[in-house]
Each structure stands twice: as C-alpha cells, then as structure tokens.
C-alpha cells in the first residue's frame, strides 16, 4: 500500500518565519503535488513535481517554493510566512503523469500562522 | 473561466437509501474524472475513475456516470450505511498538462 507520510500533522508559527513542511512517499512514484485546502474554497494546487528537481506552479505558488533532490521527499517552503497562509496543506503523489491515475494523500498538516 | 460544481450544502439520509452526488462542470472535456472520499483530518482517498468514453463505472457499492452532453458526473452509493458518512470530493484534468482540478466536496451524513 502506498504511504505518504507528512512530518507534522499540526503547526505553528509566526509571521515571517521561513517555514518548511516535509512530504515523503514509499512507492517510488515519479509525480508529487502540494495542495492546500481552505472552506469554501476546496483543494488549491500550488506545486507540482513531475520528475526529481523538477517542477510546475500550480493555481496558487505566490508565497511559496519547493525543492525535490530525492524521489521520495517533497518540500514546500513558505519563504515569509503569512497570516493569510494559515490552512491545511496536503501532500500527494501518483505514479506517473497521466491523468488517469489515481493520487494518493498525506494526512495533512494543519498550520496555524500567528 | 473552467469551474467545477459540487453541492456544498450537506446531503442527509437514512441508511439503507441510495445517496446520490452531483459534480458539474464547464467550459471543458475533460478526458477523464476521478471522485475521492475524505474523512475528517485525513487526506483523500481514491475511489473510482471514469473516463470520457465510459457512461457508468461500478465498484461494489459505488456507481459513477459520466454525461459528457450534460458536463456532469453523478456518484452513487447503494445501501447506504452511516460509515459512508464523509466529504465527497470529484476531480477533472480540466487544464492542458498533467495536473487536476478539485470541486469544493459535498459532505454525506448517513443516519442510522
């Protein structure tokens, strides 16, 4: 069974930290996703990762990065964080890029930006 | 602008009926969509895909549709139980690329 697996299921920080939240899948799959989740709103993509060292912005990458050196661990780093970026973030991966595969989550990590 | 519909009010009923979720969508073709379950504080969990040339997709209990005319997808579960209880989320390869689109979920409460 696949296992995406996010380092902190809950967090918080303050205004302007730098703030990193890890993401580590087990099943070698090639894609990995952030997404956060906000009522009302629905799952926003802001990264996604098709291949080690590579990646695309999604809907909503203002305010954040990622690094992939490994296949299996996918980073997004709030370079200052933000009031406004206090959500529930979401890790995913997929084995491959097309469209017709399934994605499998992390639990989540609740952040909280004070 | 592409958008995708869900019902956002809770959907309510007794166990042993037929829940039924809508997921609309326009202003794309999508090739394929897929609907995932989510239980509070868990991630999403996949359950079925449909592709744009399937009408009707079954997995035990689960019955999806896929009306390309119409822009809409419905998920069905048959006998409901109050474990079914959870958010419904539907996705769709609305943009070029390989990346998908979420709708807002609907939540499910199924009553003993």
């Known amino acids: 069974d696949v296992k995406v697996t996010q380092s902190s299921r809950y967090l918080v920080k303050r205004t302007g930290e730098k703030v990193f939240l890890e993401c580590v899948q087990d099943?070698?799959?090639?894609?990995m996703f952030w997404y956060r989740q906000d009522p009302g709103l629905g799952l926003r993509l802001i990264y996604f990762s098709y291949d080690v060292k590579m990646k695309e912005k999604g809907d909503i990458p203002e305010g954040y990065s990622v690094s992939r050196e490994k296949k299996e661990r996918f980073s997004l780093i709030l370079e200052s964080a933000s009031t406004n970026q206090t959500s529930m973030y979401l890790c995913?991966?997929?084995?491959?890029?097309?469209?017709?595969?399934?994605?499998?989550f992390g639990d989540g990590t609740r952040l909280s930006i004070l | 602008s592409q958008k995708i519909e869900q019902n956002s009010e809770a959907l309510n009923i007794q166990e042993g009926k037929t829940a039924t979720l809508t997921c609309n969508y326009t202003?794309?073709?999508?090739?394929?969509l897929q609907w995932y379950r989510q239980d509070p504080g868990r991630g999403p969990v996949f359950l079925l895909l449909?592709?744009?040339?399937?009408k009707e997709k079954r997995k035990e209990r689960l019955k999806v549709t896929f009306d390309t005319t119409l822009k809409q997808s419905l998920f069905h579960i048959t006998a409901s139980q109050p474990a079914d209880s959870a958010t419904y989320l539907c996705?769709?390869?609305?943009?070029?690329?390989?990346?998908?689109?979420f709708g807002g979920g609907t939540r499910l409460m199924v009553k003993p």
């Open positions: 995913a991966s997929r084995p491959g890029t097309a469209n017709n595969q399934p994605q499998h």
């Open positions: 202003n794309y073709s999508p090739a394929y």
């Open positions: 996705a769709l390869d609305m943009k070029t690329g390989n990346m998908l689109t």
């Open positions: 449909i592709r744009e040339n399937e």
């Open positions: 099943m070698d799959h090639e894609n």
